[in-house]
């Protein structure tokens, strides 16, 4: 099983997809995230002490649930302003099991961009589905 986000954004492993969160947090400044709330066991830093949008995607389950347009609009604008640093996080993925295994961090930032505009284009939810 892996996830799928509507609006052609995203089809691979969850694992694939958490590493690609791993590279935006570093990107962004953000502590590691092996030590912020909800990847930390216990406690954490909480995510509500960061200001900035792209908390909304390092928050969302990777299983279900929906980005409302509202939401993706911010997440596009730091994306862009952060995907030259994301693409040099990692330079690809790691999983051989996924079918994603030879794309690059650019590629998937490029394919969840253009999908989070076409969902906010049309008004419409992005939906995650695991």
């Given amino acids: 099983m892996g996830l799928s986000i509507s609006h052609n954004a995203y089809s691979g ?5 958490g590493a690609w969160r791993a590279s935006i947090a570093k990107a962004a400044g953000f502590p590691e995230l092996a ?14 002490s960061l200001d900035d949008p792209l908390v909304d995607l390092m928050i969302h ?3 279900e649930g ?3 347009p509202t939401q993706l609009k911010g997440i596009v604008e730091r994306l862009e302003s952060l995907a030259e640093n994301i693409a040099k ?3 690809g993925l790691s999983d051989p099991g996924n079918v994603h295994y030879n794309l690059s961090n650019s590629y998937i930032t490029k394919k969840f961009i253009d999908g989070a505009k076409v969902a906010v284009t049309k008004n419409q939810l992005m939906k995650f589905r695991g």
């Fill in 61 to 63: 389950s990777d299983c």
């Fill in 13 to 17: 492993s969850h694992s694939s997809f």
């Fill in 35 to 48: 030590e912020m709330e909800y990847y930390k066991l216990t406690g954490g830093i909480p995510w509500s």
């Fill in 89 to 91: 996080q990692q330079p």
């Fill in 66 to 68: 929906n980005l409302k």
